[in-house]
């Protein structure tokens, strides 16, 4: 699980992302569970719990989390194993959030080839984040402590402190803002998804 930080204030957006992609050839969920929930804090420490349990992993730091669709900013985080592929995304634009669901066909069963986009949520003007659970609740310690005045700044350091912390984010990350202002700003995040689905070939369902 990867660390992005959305920020939609009323006159700019903001989203950054940490790079990191780990993939487990095999299962591991007692590796898996101590590092997510923080106790693992570096590569080194990955490497060597890794070789105590017999797990094999794939770690690189190339992944780019956050992009730009136009005007728009768009974060995402997957989970990916032989029969799934999950994933959780963000668009941002100032004053706006959506948050989607990307669910692949295997789980769904269905014949869609690229299987289906559910809408999960509209947020005006405020912070979100996606991560495991101790990412999640240093990002939020962190918001916190700023008196709930997240900025570009503050985005930033929050991933830095985490690639320090724990070895499930890199070190390296990208942080990307947009004061592109939308006359109607729902509507130009449903246009984008719409968009996005159309050339995944993702069936958008339940749409808000």
């Avoid at 989390?65 to 634009?93: F, H, P």
């Avoid at 984040?129 to 985005?155: C, D, H, M, P, W």
């Amino acid at each position: 699980m990867s660390l992005v930080i959305a920020l939609a204030a009323s006159r700019e957006a903001v989203i950054g992302a940490d790079r990191r992609a780990i993939a487990f050839l095999g299962a591991c969920p007692e590796l898996e569970e101590e590092l997510y929930s923080g106790q693992i804090k570096n590569d080194r420490e990955l490497a060597d719990r890794a070789r105590e349990l017999g797990a094999s992993l794939q770690v690189s730091d190339s992944r780019e989390k956050v992009w730009r669709r136009g005007d728009l900013l768009v974060g995402e985080v997957t989970e990916i194993s032989a029969r799934l592929s999950r994933r959780r995304r963000i668009y941002v634009v100032p004053g706006a959030s959506l948050q989607v669901d990307i669910i692949s066909r295997e789980e769904t069963g269905t014949e869609d080839a690229g299987g289906e986009a559910r809408i999960r949520s509209w947020n005006g003007v405020g912070c979100t984040v996606f991560g495991n659970r101790f990412t999640q609740k240093l990002a939020y310690e962190e918001v916190g402590r700023a008196g709930e005045r997240v900025s570009e700044a503050l985005i930033k350091s929050i991933l830095e402190k985490a690639g320090n912390e724990t070895a499930s984010v890199s070190r390296e990350n990208t942080v990307l803002r947009s004061d592109s202002r939308q006359s109607d700003p729902k509507a130009a995040l449903l246009v984008a998804l719409d968009e996005d689905c159309k050339e995944s070939s993702w069936r958008l369902c339940a749409p808000q």
